[in-house]
């Protein structure tokens, strides 16, 4: 069997915070012991809603934020035990599209020099091979080597974001992690990176994790999703599985709000009652018990541990899904 690229185990990341002088310091559980496991060449998705943490998640596998607690496995290395320098050789391997195509690029810099500057940072080529890298990269992502020398204003946000997976490939990186890449672009500019995004990962034989809140999008990409709520992964599942038949009521609520493109088809809509939670301060058991229409009594106190259902689909949930 083919070994994981990456390994999430029991990831954690706490912040303090404190609202006032004399209020008490609170622990903001943004990530709650998150496993995941993602195989190369395959594209693993998790959605949730706002403030669940999946960007968070991302962050702490990079260690762009330091996680909490947890392991992280890359090629079966911890990266939380390397020191800088290690970390920055693995992170050549490692890299993140940002959802704002316009705030990632820095406005003083040509796009020559911002695809440039991770060959520099890790010692890569000579000047003049460089150049012919950053050539090469901008026509593989669809611009032209004559718009190198202009600035990030000066191209539209779906071109700002080819420019952004050009500097996240020219690397050449096993794992990429899109944090809602294409959720501030046009409909039909979605679809143009999407089918970029899935035609680079045949050329170069990339790693995904993309993350995005989008169900639509997470679809057409995904192989594989995980679905977050409250800091924790619910369900996880192939993507014919979850859309078929999702198992947690949580998912089954996100999927019933999704449009369903045919006018004389009807879905049973399913409202979740109550606002999320605050991960300040989170519901007892199951995070997901107070707007749950299932609750049962064990639900308010002890947390689900996961369970599979069928083969590969796993799910964090008391009820009985035989």
Do not use: W
């Amino acid at each position: 069997m083919t070994k994981p690229l990456l390994e999430v185990r029991a990831l954690t990341k706490h912040f303090k915070s404190k609202q006032g002088f004399f209020s008490s310091e609170k622990v903001v559980r943004a990530v709650d012991g998150v496993n995941l496991t993602v195989y190369p060449g395959e594209t693993v998705s998790i959605v949730g809603e706002s403030g669940c943490g999946k960007s968070t998640t991302g962050r702490c596998i990079l260690r762009l934020i330091e996680p909490t607690d947890g392991e992280i496995l890359f090629e079966g290395q911890d990266i939380r035990k390397l020191n800088e320098a290690e970390l920055r050789r693995t992170r050549r391997n490692m890299q993140l599209v940002f959802q704002d195509p316009f705030a990632s690029l820095n406005p003083r810099k040509t796009i020559s020099q911002l695809l440039e500057d991770p060959l520099i940072i890790h010692g890569i080529g000579t000047p003049a091979e460089r150049r012919k890298q950053v050539e090469e990269m901008i026509g593989i992502v669809g611009l032209s080597k004559q718009q190198l020398d202009r600035f990030p204003h000066e191209f539209s946000g779906g071109q700002r974001q080819r420019i952004g997976i050009a500097r996240a490939l020219i690397l050449r990186p096993k794992l990429i992690i899109a944090d809602e890449p294409v959720s501030a672009l046009d409909v039909s500019i979605q679809a143009q990176i999407l089918n970029l995004m899935q035609d680079l990962q045949k050329e170069f034989k990339l790693t995904y994790l993309f993350i995005s809140h989008d169900l639509s999008v997470v679809r057409h990409i995904s192989d594989r999703v995980a679905v977050m709520y409250l800091g924790k992964v619910v369900e996880v599942a192939d993507k014919h599985s979850l859309y078929e038949k999702p198992t947690h009521p949580y998912t089954q609520a996100l999927l019933s709000a999704v449009p369903v493109p045919n006018p004389h088809l009807t879905t049973e809509r399913i409202i979740l009652e109550g606002d999320l939670p605050s991960p300040a301060n989170p519901p007892s058991g199951c995070t997901f018990h107070p707007r749950c229409r299932h609750c049962m009594d064990i639900c308010k106190t002890v947390a689900p541990a996961a369970k599979e259902v069928t083969a590969g689909h796993f799910v964090s949930c008391h009820l009985d899904h035989a």
